[in-house]
């Protein structure tokens, strides 16, 4: 069989239009495999040229190429075309428009203790305060004897203990931790002042009521060096509750305390408003207590290894929980623990809001 320049034309024009108007990749290969297959009727064709006179093959061979160039390169550039329209395609499908109002986040909300502990850490953490971190199960040592808690004194006692079964290495019963303050003591046994920190975290006694939960939580902050004094914890305490309740003058009253860990001790009131039934921090002449505090007993820093001649300081103490209630107005703390979504859902804060010091604290 042999062809003519025209049948050439006509295959030519024929294959570049049907390849012109394949719809997809399937139709494409199919018109390959019909033109450049080993049947094809383009190889076909080039099959003819070795019986042909050297005459006839110079004069139709060149344009038979030409012709199986052509075809292979308008397949690849189609199949070009349909990757990109098949990318562009995609790209459409899962385009985001970012003008749409974010979808609302289904893990939950932040529970209002963990965000008052968040705004915490950022206002002391500011101050120059480390956040340190302790066990919940604790050494009769740690949570009594270092911090001057006489022995078999009825001091443990007011702290309605919760015992362990669990003895130590001298065989004192092990207890939940009564209040966050056995941290500042391993804080002290392991670091050298000058020492800066505050912990946060539960704490347990035995105790419910509409105030009172089994498991609560406290902050406690300690600051030892050389030259400490009630009047530098009286500023970093005015100026930690102006930052966390975001007012601008706050009266704190010290009144005289017993705690055995700190000498002289102090309960600390806060100046605030009750009319209209809602306790207001700040303004009015009411006054609520919200913590003690008082400078680290020597006894205290000697128990910890640290030189009570050479270095003092100031600790204090105060419930979370409460410091929540007041600040976003729960009225039950035991609330707090009842795992009620929709108390959750109502006092939660959202998980992409955390405090900052960008945008405050508030
Ligand atoms: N640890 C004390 C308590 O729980 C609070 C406190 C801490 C008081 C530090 C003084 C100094 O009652």
């Known amino acids: 069989m042999t062809a003519n320049t025209n049948d050439l034309i006509a295959l030519e024009a024929s294959l570049l239009a049907r390849i012109a108007a394949a719809s997809d990749d399937a139709a494409l290969e199919a018109l390959r495999v019909e033109a450049l297959g080993k049947q094809g009727s383009v190889s076909v064709l080039m099959k003819t040229l070795g019986s042909m006179s050297p005459e006839e093959r110079k004069a139709f061979g060149p344009k038979l190429n030409a012709l199986k160039d052509q075809i292979t390169e308008a397949i690849v550039v189609k199949k070009a075309a349909f990757a990109e329209a098949a990318l562009d395609a995609q790209l459409k499908a899962e385009a985001v428009d970012v003008t749409l109002p974010p979808v609302k986040p289904r893990i939950g909300t932040i529970h209002p203790v963990s965000r008052v502990m968040e705004e915490l850490a950022q206002i002391f953490g500011e101050m120059g305060f480390a956040v340190e971190e302790g066990p919940e199960i604790e050494t009769d040592f740690n949570n009594f004897t270092a911090l001057n808690f006489p022995p078999k004194h009825p001091a443990r006692e007011m702290h309605d203990t919760f015992f362990m079964n669990a003895t130590d290495e001298h065989g004192a019963r092990k207890v939940l931790r009564t209040h966050t303050s056995p941290v500042q003591v391993r804080t002290m046994l392991k670091q050298k002042p000058p020492i800066r920190m505050i912990c946060m975290g539960r704490t347990y006694r035995c105790d419910s009521d509409a105030t009172h939960t089994p498991m609560f939580h406290q902050i406690e902050g300690l600051v030892i ?80 290894g640290i030189d009570p001649e050479k270095y003092q300081g100031y600790a204090f103490g105060m419930g979370i929980d409460r410091l929540a209630m007041l600040k976003y107005g729960m009225p039950d703390l035991r609330d707090f623990f009842a795992a009620d979504t929709r108390w959750l859902k109502h006092y939660g804060f959202s998980p992409y809001l955390l405090p900052g010091l960008a945008q405050g604290v508030g």
């Open 225 to 304: 060096d050389e030259a400490t004094s009630m009047a530098d914890l009286k500023s970093v305490l005015v100026a930690a509750i102006k930052a966390f309740f975001e007012v601008d003058e706050v009266r704190l009253r010290f009144r005289p305390h017993h705690f055995p860990f700190t000498e002289p001790s102090a309960e600390v009131d806060v100046g605030c408003d009750r009319s209209g039934g809602q306790i207001r921090i700040g303004a009015g002449d009411d006054w609520l207590e919200i913590l003690g505090s008082g400078m680290v007993h020597p006894n205290v820093l000697k128990n910890c």
